[in-house]
């Protein structure tokens, strides 16, 4: 069965810092990973997706993620965070004919001014 | 132009009663979605749906009865609700049902007194 963790459920970091956020997955099969920002009250958008190819993806707001097979990770990062990153992140896993995302528990980070 | 809409965004309710929550997405999508995100933020599938055809019920109990009219349209309708039942409830829609990104709504957050 596929599970996504992502062992850090809430991270501070201080504004024009470095982040990254870590996710590991299980699946047998090739997966299809994604990162999603949930603001509060709001709705999940989608920041990046990895399907095939590349396995450093750029997404929007200038977040990256890269994908390690050898260790079953999907790490987001972002160079350097504002203000209006704090959020509740979510690593999510699907697969081909999976017809669902299976979601890691969340990171909610907040940022030091 | 709202690409995935839910109605209404708040309910509150006693329980017992029965509700209904509404969904639409304009994306021409094939495939649908309800997800149930708890007070932990944990987010987790409960109906999938493709082609107005439930694909997947994920051990939801029999009070919860997803409808899909059309291949836009997917309500959820809940009888006698109960305590537990209090949560976030997030529709999505997505191109295709292979685990491909799914858009989401900006949710229903339902609490049961």
């Known amino acids: 069965a596929q599970s996504v963790t992502q062992p850090d459920i809430h991270i501070t970091v201080s504004e024009g810092a470095s982040l990254e956020l870590r996710c590991n997955y299980s699946?047998?099969?090739?997966?299809?990973l994604f990162w999603y920002v949930q603001s509060p009250g709001q709705g999940l958008q989608l920041l990046l997706k990895?399907?095939?190819?590349?396995?450093l993806v750029q997404g929007i707001k200038g977040f990256e993620a890269e994908f390690k097979r050898s260790q079953s990770s999907f790490n987001l990062r972002k160079p350097s965070v504002h203000w209006s990153d704090a959020a509740e992140y979510f690593c999510?896993?699907?697969?081909?004919?999976?017809?669902?995302?299976?979601f890691g528990q969340g990171t909610r980070l907040t940022i030091n001014p | 132009d709202t690409a995935v809409s839910q109605t209404p965004k708040y309910l509150v309710t006693q329980m017992g009663n029965d509700k209904s929550i509404k969904c639409e997405q304009n994306?021409?999508?094939?495939?649908m979605y309800w997800y149930k995100q708890d007070s932990k933020k944990f987010l987790k599938i409960m109906f999938s749906?493709?082609?107005?055809?439930?694909?997947i019920n994920e051990t939801v109990p029999n009070r919860f009865s997803p409808k899909s009219p059309d291949k836009a349209h997917l309500n959820l309708h809940i009888n006698s609700l109960e305590l537990g039942d209090s949560a976030v409830y997030f529709c999505?829609?997505?191109?295709?049902?292979?685990?491909?990104?799914?858009?989401f709504g900006q949710g229903t957050r339902l609490t049961v007194v």
């Open positions: 990895y399907f095939s190819g590349d396995t």
């Open positions: 999510a896993v699907g697969a081909w004919g999976a017809q669902k995302l299976v």
């Open positions: 994306l021409g999508h094939d495939t």
């Open positions: 699946y047998g099969a090739t997966p299809y």
């Open positions: 749906y493709n082609n107005k055809e439930l694909i």
């Open positions: 999505a829609s997505s191109p295709r049902g292979e685990g491909t990104e799914a858009f």
